[in-house]
């Protein structure tokens, strides 16, 4: 009963800001006339203090009316004179009524905001008639003693007002209507300084160029938006401008800033993706950014492929983008981090330049673990198979579509064909997998109602078996077990792929994401009872691909997995490795330093596996806090673990040198993420003159470097799904009242 009663608060609540909405817009000359006479009212119920209806006040013999219909409530109540006092704005005699012409009707222009009526076409101001006479004409001598005496002109027509003193603010109106009709339109009189000019053109300038091509910079010339700029007090600008002057002078900015940076910091990681393809006659963009130890990001260039191309050439391409950074000091890049496993480029590199640590991305790894599951798993085998026979069926046999759509419009609210991958073909891409349970699970209502239709009943005994063997499929419990099964698999998959790429974890999270992907895994194998052996097989088949060993390594030395043990000392998580991950340890970690420190990094490192970190330090790293946006608890200060090695644990002047270098090293090569028209001005970039190409260039340069800065990771294609969402939303029946849309639109 309480949830009734707070959703009908809530409508009522609706209802008068709707109201309100109106009104407001009505008093600013864009809304319907008698507005300025109604005025909305919130009652509230006594007892619980909930609104529990919305009235109409008139503001001029305070009567309350009801609130469904305001234009009706206005047609009885004012225009046929019910309401006294309104009568007697235009109707107070002052001198006696002349014979006149029929009354006159002048429209209210759009942007008039004086007086109290109408904006849009049918609205109107009743002005009372004009009438020129003669003092001794109709009324005679006794006339002349109402009129001011003109001596020079005593025979002079004198301009009479037939409805009295009201119509003085009515013939002022009229005059200001004239006047505007006569004058050109001209700004509305803001005035803004040149700081100010100047502010607004900037940011103007970054919206444009940070937009990722999603804003045209030749749209700067449309005629409206011009307008717009000469109403709101800003000069006209040039879209030539703003692709010569302004772009090089933001170019030149972004290009010293990451120049900058790059410079004061002591070492980086370079992280690079789309080298990974599915297609080999694919285009395709490779993005290169720099993780400095700030946690930070740095956009460095986008390389554009028309080509699969071989390992050789990947290795060639991020060496050089090596020496382009560091010159001589090739130490200060410390490793990459990169999404093609295929082949041996990283392990090359890691073999060449020995203090290089080269990462393979998480983010395709377990989008490739759906792949494995696809192809490795017989329930996925058998469900794929199921699921095509079942959409072709119901996508293209025209009289079972029909049937399907009718049902399906019923219980779904849409009618639509079945997602599936390419028929000629017995591969599918994983999405497209997900896809085509997804809507087998959403319309499985339908398909049980056509199933049970007496006309599908007529076609399954007439038609080819197919029709009664799909119909016995979607009968079976069992078909749709195993298609939930497999749903929910690919969507706990790819649920953790997207947390990768949102929170891009560090290399030191890579064994802990493991373990609980694999604790996840077994609880889907209890649920619908699949064997964990085979499961387990597939996973740990994919997890030594992707393994290195400074997994491990970075595990053991991040503070922020430092466990507590019976003495209360805060050690290191050894006892969670194997004991070839304990080895891999060692081997990184001498790896990693001069052939003289080995074996003072050693020990070094047992002196850190059995004495840890100090109690406050170690709690003060693993202090977390609820993120305000997610909800989801998150470590206080992120940088924690790498600053307790460089300023406090000063003892360990070896393995701090490594702990610094590995724990900051990003496991995901998600960076920056380009838009449709992102790619089209890179396809651009080849097939054009020189000028245009550099052109393009610097707004590439411009674009993804504010994306990173600003931790802006999502694809600006996106946002359409948001437009298509805020456009649910604004016109759902509840937000506004049915009234407000034809008031606003009169």
Known sequence: MADSDDATARAVHRRYEGLLMVRTKALKGKGAWY????????????????????????????????????????????????????????????????????????????????????GGGDSFYDISPLTVVDPSGVYGGSFSSFLPQHQNHPQQPVLVLSGGKEDLGALAMLENSVKRLRTPRTSPGVS??????????????????????SVSISSLEHPKFKAFLTQVGLPSISSRDFARFRLNSKYQMAKADVHLKITDTMFFQIASNGWKTHNQEHKTMIHMTLNLPNGTSLYRKTLFLSSSVPCSFAEEVLWDTVSEICGSTTEKCVGIVADKFKGKTLKNLEDQHPWLVNLPCQFQAFNDLVTDFITNLPLFKKVTQNCKRVAEFFNFESNIRKIFHRYQLQECGYTRLISMGTPETEEIEAMTLFQMVDDILESAPAMQLARLDEAYKTTSMEEHSIARDVSNLIGDSTFWNEVEAVHCLIKLMKNMAEEIETERPLVGQ???????????????????????????????????????????????????????????????????????????????????????????????LMKWRTEGLDEVYARAVQMKEKDPITGKLRTANPQSSRLVWETYLTEFKSLRKVAVRLIFLHASSCGFKSNANFERMMCSYGSCSRAVAEGVKKLVFISARSKLEKRNFCNDDDKNDDDIELFGAVNSDDDLPSEADRSSSL
Not at 197 to 207: E, G, K, N, Q
Not at 534 to 559: G, T
């Open 35 to 118: 507005w300025s006479h109604l005025e909305p009212l919130l009652l509230k119920n006594s007892d619980t203090g909930f609104p529990k209806a919305v009235k109409l006040r008139c503001s001029l013999c305070d009567a309350v009316f009801s609130a469904s219909n305001p234009s009706r409530t206005a047609s009885e109540h004012l225009k046929r004179g019910t309401c006294p006092n309104f009568n007697s704005l235009s109707k107070t005699p002052f001198i006696p009524s002349p014979v006149s012409t029929s009354p006159v009707s002048c429209k209210r222009p759009a942007d008039d905001t004086c007086g109290g009526g109408g």
């Open 192 to 213: 803004l300084n040149k700081a100010q000019i100047d502010s607004a053109l900037d940011f103007l300038t970054d919206w444009v160029f940070e937009s990722s091509g």
């Open 510 to 604: 890579c064994l802990p994401l493991w373990e609980e992907l694999r604790e996840k895994v077994k609880d889907w194998c209890k649920k619908f009872k699949i064997s964990e052996e085979s499961m387990e097989n597939i996973v740990s088949r994919r997890f030594m691909k992707n393994y290195h060993p400074a997994w491990a390594a970075a595990f053991v030395l991040d503070p922020l997995y430092l466990t507590r043990d019976n003495t209360g000392k805060y050690l290191p998580p050894f006892k969670r490795l194997t004991t070839e991950q304990e080895k891999d340890v060692d081997r990184l970690i001498t790896r990693l330093v001069a052939t003289e420190e080995a074996h003072i990094v050693l020990m070094e």
